[in-house]
C-alpha cells in the first residue's frame, strides 16, 4: 500500500490560513490503512482545526467528506458538491490522491494535508515499512524476494556495504541491513553462494528518471 | 590485457616488495599548499598516498585535484573515487579525465553515507555501487570501452583497488564479497583498520583458503590511536569498526600525555604481526590529521628507506 502520515497541524494552520470555507477529504484506501487520511482522521482533523481557528479568533467553517478513493475520478465525482460549497479542498490522500481532485476542479485550492512517503507492508499494529520503490524492473528474483534499491541506504546491488553491524544497517541503528535479510534468505536456502554472482549496474530508464511513467493496459481502455 | 605495470604501486606490488601507503585528505577549501604541505610531510616515507573523496560526506577540495597537487610534488596518488555523488556518465568522464591528469591508480568505494556529513539534506546518487565501479575500470583498462561499449581513444590503464572490512558482518559473507570485488577486477585491497588481529588473521586464513591471497594485494591498514577518547569514540560510532576491550583498556590505562604514544606503539606491534601474515602486502596508514606521524611510524618499523 502507500504509506503516509498527516503532515504537521502547524504547517497545516499556516497553510489554510487564507481560507474561511474548507473541506476535509478523506481517502478510504491506503492513507485509511495507515491511519493519515481515513474518515477517522478527517473527523479528528476538522476538530482540531475548528478548535485552533476558535483560539485564534479565525472565522473558519469546515465540512468533512471521505471517498473510496482519490485517485480515481469515479469516486472523487461523489465529492463535487461538497467542494462547491467550499473554497478550498484540504485533501488527506496521498500526493496522487491530491493530484487528481486538483484536476477534477480547477477552480479550487486543492492542499495537501499528508506527507506521502512510502509503498510499504503493515509489520506489525502501528508501524510500517518501506519494501518497494516502483522502480519499473522488479529485480526481487536476483535478491531473495527482498528490494535493496529501496531498502538499502546506498542501493547497493553487491552488498552489503562495511558498516552492517549487528544485522543493523549503519545508518539506522534500529532497521535491519536489507543485505543481511538477503544473505540470511539465501543461507536459509542453501545458496549462499548464488550471492557471488555479480550484479550488473541497474537500468533505471523505467524509473522515474525516465520522467512520469504511464500504463497503458490496451485491454482495458475504451 | 594488462601487461606493463600501470603504476609505481602495482610495479613495487608485483616485485613482491611490502608497500607502505598512507593518506591525505583535501582541506575544506580551495587552498592547495595545504595537500603540497600534507605530501611533503609523507614524501618518500610512503609509496603512494590516498587521497580521500569527500570523506565522511563532507564538501572538500576534489580528490581529482588535490590528487594532482600530489603527482606534481613527485608523489605518487590514489585516487579515491565514490558513487555516492555522481552518476554513471560523471564518474566515467572523471576516470578518463585522471588519467589524462596522470592518476595512475584508483580505489573504488560507495563512501559514506550522507547522512554522517555536514550535509544530510543532500540527495544520495548510488547510481552504480564500488563493484559495478571496480568493474567499469577493468572494462575500460582491458576492452578500451566506457559502459556503452563505446571504444575509448587511449583508455585509461589504471590499478584497480577496492576496500574490504573484515570486521564488518556478517562475518563468513566477508570473505565472498572479497571474492567478488576480485572476480569484478580489483588488483588490490586496502582494509579497514585493524585492531582485531585476531580476527583480521581468522579472514586472512579463510581468504588464502579461496586461494583469494594469489590473486589480489592485501595492503592492512592501521590507525595509531591519539587518546583514550579517540579510541572509545571509534569503537562506538564508527560504522564497521572492531576495537577489543584489551586495546581501549591500554589506551585509557596510561597518564593522557602518555596516551599519542601509546596509540602509535600500538600501532607498531600492529604492524609487525602483520608483516608476519602470510598475504599481507603492504600497510596503509590512516594516520587522520595527523600525518606528521606517519614518517616516524614507518621509520620506528623499519620500513625506512621506500625503494
Ligand atoms: S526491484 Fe523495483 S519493483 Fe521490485 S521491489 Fe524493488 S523497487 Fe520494487
Ligand atoms: S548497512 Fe546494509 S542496508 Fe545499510 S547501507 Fe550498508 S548495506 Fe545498505
Same mark, same amino acid.
Given at each position: 500500500m502507500i504509506v503516509g502520515e498527516q503532515k504537521p497541524i502547524k504547517e497545516i494552520l499556516n497553510m489554510t490560513a487564507p481560507h474561511h470555507r474548507l473541506l476535509v477529504l478523506g481517502c478510504g484506501t491506503c492513507v485509511k490503512t495507515c491511519f493519515a487520511g481515513g474518515e477517522d482522521e478527517v473527523a479528528a482533523l476538522a476538530s482540531l482545526l475548528r478548535l485552533a481557528s476558535r483560539k485564534d479568533g479565525r472565522s473558519l467553517h469546515i465540512e468533512e467528506f471521505t471517498v473510496e478513493r482519490q485517485c480515481e475520478d469515479a469516486f472523487i465525482a461523489e465529492a463535487a458538491e461538497a467542494v462547491a460549497r467550499n473554497e478550498a479542498v484540504l485533501s488527506l490522500a496521498c500526493g496522487a490522491g491530491v493530484q487528481a481532485v486538483a484536476r477534477r476542479f480547477p477552480r479550487f485550492r486543492v492542499l495537501p494535508g499528508v506527507n506521502t512517503t512510502f509503498l510499504g507492508v503493515l509489520e506489525h499494529r502501528g508501524v510500517f515499512t518501506e519494501e518497494c520503490s516502483g522502480c519499473g524492473d522488479c529485480q526481487l528474483a536476483l535478491f531473495g524476494g527482498v528490494c535493496?534499491?529501496? @531498502?538499502c541506504a546506498k542501493k547497493l546491488l553487491n552488498g552489503p556495504c562495511g558498516g552492517s553491524r549487528n544485522g543493523k544497517c549503519e545508518v539506522h541503528?534500529?532497521?535491519?541491513?536489507v543485505w543481511h535479510l538477503i544473505i540470511e534468505r539465501f543461507t536459509a536456502l542453501g545458496r549462499?553462494?548464488?550471492? @557471488?554472482t555479480y550484479v550488473p549496474p541497474k537500468n533505471w530508464q523505467p524509473s522515474l528518471s525516465g520522467g512520469p511513467r504511464k500504463l497503458i493496459r490496451e485491454d482495458h481502455t475504451l | 590485457m594488462k601487461t606493463e605495470p600501470a603504476s609505481r604501486l602495482e610495479r613495487l606490488l608485483s616485485q613482491g616488495r611490502f608497500v607502505v601507503t598512507a593518506e591525505c585528505g583535501p582541506p575544506r577549501?580551495?587552498?592547495g599548499d595545504v595537500i603540497r604541505r600534507k605530501g611533503a610531510l609523507l614524501k618518500g616515507a610512503v609509496d603512494a598516498v590516498n587521497v580521500t573523496d569527500n570523506q565522511t560526506a563532507i564538501v572538500r577540495m576534489s580528490s581529482i585535484a588535490a590528487a594532482k597537487h600530489l603527482l606534481d610534488s613527485g608523489i605518487e596518488p590514489v585516487m579515491q573515487m565514490v558513487t555516492r555523488d555522481r552518476n554513471r556518465i560523471a564518474l566515467q568522464s572523471d576516470i578518463l579525465g585522471a588519467y589524462a591528469l596522470g592518476i595512475r591508480n584508483i580505489l573504488c568505494l560507495s563512501g559514506d553515507h550522507q547522512s554522517f556529513g555536514s550535509q544530510p539534506d543532500a540527495l544520495n546518487v548510488f547510481d552504480i555501487d564500488s563493484m559495478n565501479l571496480i568493474r567499469t575500470v577493468r572494462t575500460m583498462r582491458e576492452g578500451g570501452t566506457d559502459m556503452s561499449g563505446h571504444p575509448l581513444d587511449d583508455p585509461p590503464k589504471m590499478f584497480i583497488g577496492a576496500a574490504a572490512n573484515p570486521?564488518?558482518?556478517p562475518f563468513e559473507y566477508r570473505v565472498l564479497r572479497l571474492a567478488k570485488k576480485i572476480d569484478a577486477g580489483a588488483d588490490f585491497i586496502q582494509t579497514q583498520c585493524i585492531y582485531n588481529l585476531e580476527r583480521f588473521k581468522k579472514w586472512m586464513e579463510m581468504a588464502s583458503g579461496e586461494g583469494l591471497t594469489e590473486k589480489v594485494h592485501i595492503l592492512a591498514g592501521v590507525t595509531p590511536l591519539k587518546s583514550a577518547g579517540m579510541a572509545k569514540y571509534m569503537a562506538r560510532n564508527v560504522a564497521g569498526m572492531d576495537i577489543p576491550e584489551a586495546i581501549l583498556r591500554r589506551m585509557a590505562g596510561v597518564p593522557k600525555e602518555n596516551a599519542a604514544g601509546e596509540g602509535i606503539a600500538i600501532c607498531l606491534e600492529t604492524i609487525a604481526a602483520l608483516r608476519e601474515m602470510p598475504g599481507v602486502h603492504g600497510i596503509h596508514i590512516m594516520a587522520i590529521e595527523w600525518e606528521e606521524q606517519v614518517r616516524p611510524i614507518v621509520e620506528q618499523a623499519r620500513l625506512l628507506p621506500r625503494p
Amino acid at each position: 500500500m502507500i504509506v503516509g502520515e498527516q503532515k504537521p497541524i502547524k504547517e497545516i494552520l499556516n497553510m489554510t490560513a487564507p481560507h474561511h470555507r474548507l473541506l476535509v477529504l478523506g481517502c478510504g484506501t491506503c492513507v485509511k490503512t495507515c491511519f493519515a487520511g481515513g474518515e477517522d482522521e478527517v473527523a479528528a482533523l476538522a476538530s482540531l482545526l475548528r478548535l485552533a481557528s476558535r483560539k485564534d479568533g479565525r472565522s473558519l467553517h469546515i465540512e468533512e467528506f471521505t471517498v473510496e478513493r482519490q485517485c480515481e475520478d469515479a469516486f472523487i465525482a461523489e465529492a463535487a458538491e461538497a467542494v462547491a460549497r467550499n473554497e478550498a479542498v484540504l485533501s488527506l490522500a496521498c500526493g496522487a490522491g491530491v493530484q487528481a481532485v486538483a484536476r477534477r476542479f480547477p477552480r479550487f485550492r486543492v492542499l495537501p494535508g499528508v506527507n506521502t512517503t512510502f509503498l510499504g507492508v503493515l509489520e506489525h499494529r502501528g508501524v510500517f515499512t518501506e519494501e518497494c520503490s516502483g522502480c519499473g524492473d522488479c529485480q526481487l528474483a536476483l535478491f531473495g524476494g527482498v528490494c535493496p534499491f529501496s @531498502r538499502c541506504a546506498k542501493k547497493l546491488l553487491n552488498g552489503p556495504c562495511g558498516g552492517s553491524r549487528n544485522g543493523k544497517c549503519e545508518v539506522h541503528a534500529d532497521t535491519d541491513c536489507v543485505w543481511h535479510l538477503i544473505i540470511e534468505r539465501f543461507t536459509a536456502l542453501g545458496r549462499l553462494n548464488d550471492l @557471488r554472482t555479480y550484479v550488473p549496474p541497474k537500468n533505471w530508464q523505467p524509473s522515474l528518471s525516465g520522467g512520469p511513467r504511464k500504463l497503458i493496459r490496451e485491454d482495458h481502455t475504451l | 590485457m594488462k601487461t606493463e605495470p600501470a603504476s609505481r604501486l602495482e610495479r613495487l606490488l608485483s616485485q613482491g616488495r611490502f608497500v607502505v601507503t598512507a593518506e591525505c585528505g583535501p582541506p575544506r577549501g580551495a587552498n592547495g599548499d595545504v595537500i603540497r604541505r600534507k605530501g611533503a610531510l609523507l614524501k618518500g616515507a610512503v609509496d603512494a598516498v590516498n587521497v580521500t573523496d569527500n570523506q565522511t560526506a563532507i564538501v572538500r577540495m576534489s580528490s581529482i585535484a588535490a590528487a594532482k597537487h600530489l603527482l606534481d610534488s613527485g608523489i605518487e596518488p590514489v585516487m579515491q573515487m565514490v558513487t555516492r555523488d555522481r552518476n554513471r556518465i560523471a564518474l566515467q568522464s572523471d576516470i578518463l579525465g585522471a588519467y589524462a591528469l596522470g592518476i595512475r591508480n584508483i580505489l573504488c568505494l560507495s563512501g559514506d553515507h550522507q547522512s554522517f556529513g555536514s550535509q544530510p539534506d543532500a540527495l544520495n546518487v548510488f547510481d552504480i555501487d564500488s563493484m559495478n565501479l571496480i568493474r567499469t575500470v577493468r572494462t575500460m583498462r582491458e576492452g578500451g570501452t566506457d559502459m556503452s561499449g563505446h571504444p575509448l581513444d587511449d583508455p585509461p590503464k589504471m590499478f584497480i583497488g577496492a576496500a574490504a572490512n573484515p570486521f564488518a558482518d556478517p562475518f563468513e559473507y566477508r570473505v565472498l564479497r572479497l571474492a567478488k570485488k576480485i572476480d569484478a577486477g580489483a588488483d588490490f585491497i586496502q582494509t579497514q583498520c585493524i585492531y582485531n588481529l585476531e580476527r583480521f588473521k581468522k579472514w586472512m586464513e579463510m581468504a588464502s583458503g579461496e586461494g583469494l591471497t594469489e590473486k589480489v594485494h592485501i595492503l592492512a591498514g592501521v590507525t595509531p590511536l591519539k587518546s583514550a577518547g579517540m579510541a572509545k569514540y571509534m569503537a562506538r560510532n564508527v560504522a564497521g569498526m572492531d576495537i577489543p576491550e584489551a586495546i581501549l583498556r591500554r589506551m585509557a590505562g596510561v597518564p593522557k600525555e602518555n596516551a599519542a604514544g601509546e596509540g602509535i606503539a600500538i600501532c607498531l606491534e600492529t604492524i609487525a604481526a602483520l608483516r608476519e601474515m602470510p598475504g599481507v602486502h603492504g600497510i596503509h596508514i590512516m594516520a587522520i590529521e595527523w600525518e606528521e606521524q606517519v614518517r616516524p611510524i614507518v621509520e620506528q618499523a623499519r620500513l625506512l628507506p621506500r625503494p
